[in-house]
Nanobody, 121 residues
Framework: QVQLVESGGGLVQAGGSLRLSCAAS????????MGWFRQAPGKQRELVAA???????NYADSVKGRVTISRDNAKNAVYLQMNSLKPEDTAVYYC???????????????WGQGTQVTVSS
């Protein structure tokens, strides 16, 4: 089993910055892609950014130029630096990882519990 725990969410004014962190733990064999999703009240969950084990990144059009995803493979961690935040960025942000547990023969998708990001106007 793999557990993901997010941190770094909070309240920030429009134009401000936040850095989200996610640490994976458990009986990890290896982690493939990692990423961040978000879900605002009454809306569907959407991809914010993703990063492969090799460092290849993808961003949602709505956040390009304002956020940077990175990872530390040695620490099994992924980060999301968010700048120039807008009220529409307000959502619960979820950490994601596709990982293989030592208890499994194949990789699976894992999700963190979510961390609230609120951007005031």
């Amino acid at each position: 089993q793999v557990q993901l725990v997010e941190s770094g969410g909070g309240l920030v004014q429009a134009g401000g910055s936040l850095r989200l962190s996610c640490a994976a733990s458990g009986s990890i064999s290896n982690i493939n892609a990692m990423g961040w999703f978000r879900q605002a009240p009454g809306k569907q969950r959407e991809l914010v950014a993703a990063i492969t084990s090799g460092g290849r990144t993808n961003y949602a059009d709505s956040v390009k130029g304002r956020v940077t995803i990175s990872r530390d493979n040695a620490k099994n961690a992924v980060y999301l630096q968010m700048n120039s935040l807008k009220p529409e960025d307000t959502a619960v942000y979820y950490c994601y990882a596709n990982a293989k547990s030592k208890m499994s023969s194949y990789p699976m998708d894992y999700w963190g519990q979510g961390t609230q990001v609120t951007v005031s106007s």
